[in-house]
């Protein structure tokens, strides 16, 4: 990868569309998620560290650490920013950076057609796969098979790595797919077979990295160990579909009868994974170049 540690913190967003759909989704895991941008300001926030020299020698360290592609950061960093990427840029995307105004989506929903239930429900499983192996190469591990990362998952998930996958749950789940979205999923799973994710265009380039010669499979049961988290999720957070668009609707005026082109254009409009996965890769960084530096 051609940017920097450095580059992919001093240009996170402070506020814009993806910054203001996270902080609206803050209820779902309260205070777990602060958007801390800039690299010297992160190496503060993460070690507690203010001395100018102290930083500066972890800023050293991480940049070190981050360009050894053996340690996977540069990996786990590829993975989070591929699935936004393959979304696509939304033609009226400008909008987005409009921070502070109204954005109103009637105007333009005829832009946007919201995915078919097969296509969501294969993009909400790469993702997830993506994250699977994002967080293999993040801690160095051989990729886990779904029941380890699930463990994981539940016992070790906080801050951005978190909030990216409640992200996950409401915006690639609840939002276009309904309450039902779980079995929505499973059905399209069993019904469609490995059908549902040939044209999916992340599916090659994350098996490739998926062990073993089933994908599918291999993606299949993915979805099926991370179901119960999910499940737990929603049901802790009391989430539904409504809860969520009313959160948004607080800096985006649109109809309550638009949920699915509403999940549309917050697909196209935002990047979520690679903005809260460029802050997990800097977490886990900055913890060891601290140690090392």
Request: net charge negative.
């Given at each position: 990868m051609s940017d920097s540690i450095i580059e992919l913190l001093d240009e996170l967003p402070s506020n814009n569309l993806t910054v203001k759909t996270l902080n609206a989704l803050d209820f779902v895991v309260p205070g777990e998620w602060e958007n801390v941008v800039g690299c010297d300001?992160?190496?503060?926030?993460?070690?507690?560290?203010?001395?100018?020299?102290?930083?500066?020698?972890?800023?050293?360290?991480?940049?070190?650490?981050?360009?050894?592609?053996?340690?996977?950061?540069?990996?786990?960093?590829?993975?989070?920013?591929?699935?936004?990427?393959?979304?696509?840029?939304?033609?009226?995307?400008?909008?987005?950076?409009?921070?502070?105004?109204?954005?109103?989506l009637l105007g333009f929903l005829n832009k946007i057609t919201p995915k078919a239930d097969t296509t969501q429900s294969a993009d909400l499983c790469l993702k997830i796969v993506a994250e699977l192996i994002a967080y293999s190469k993040l801690n160095g591990l051989p990729i886990l098979n779904p029941g380890e990362f699930v463990t994981n998952l539940t016992e070790e998930y906080s801050g951005p790595s978190l909030m990216r996958m409640a992200a996950l749950v409401s915006l690639d789940g609840l939002l276009p797919l309904g309450p039902d979205f779980l079995q929505k999923v499973q059905d399209t799973l069993e019904r469609e077979g490995e059908g549902a994710l040939a044209e999916n265009p992340a599916f090659r380039p994350i098996s490739d990295s998926i062990p073993g010669d089933d994908k599918f499979g291999f993606v299949a049961n993915t979805f099926g160990a991370v179901q119960g988290w999910m499940d737990n999720l929603i049901g802790s957070a009391g989430l539904t579909p409504e809860g969520i668009f009313d959160s948004i609707g607080g800096f985006i005026e649109f109809s309550?009868?638009?949920?699915?082109?509403?999940?549309?254009?917050?697909?196209?409009?935002?990047?979520?994974?690679q903005h809260t996965g460029t802050q997990s890769v800097a977490r886990k960084l900055i913890q060891q170049a601290a140690e090392e530096a």
């Open positions: 300001k992160t190496i503060e926030v993460i070690t507690g560290e203010s001395e100018a020299d102290r930083i500066l020698d972890i800023r050293n360290k991480a940049i070190e650490l981050y360009n050894d592609v053996d340690n996977g950061y540069q990996g786990a960093m590829w993975y989070y920013n591929l699935v936004d990427n393959l979304d696509g840029a939304l033609g009226t995307a400008a909008m987005a950076n409009k921070i502070g105004e109204k954005i109103g309550d009868d638009s949920l699915d082109f509403v999940a549309a254009f917050l697909d196209k409009a935002t990047n979520y994974f």
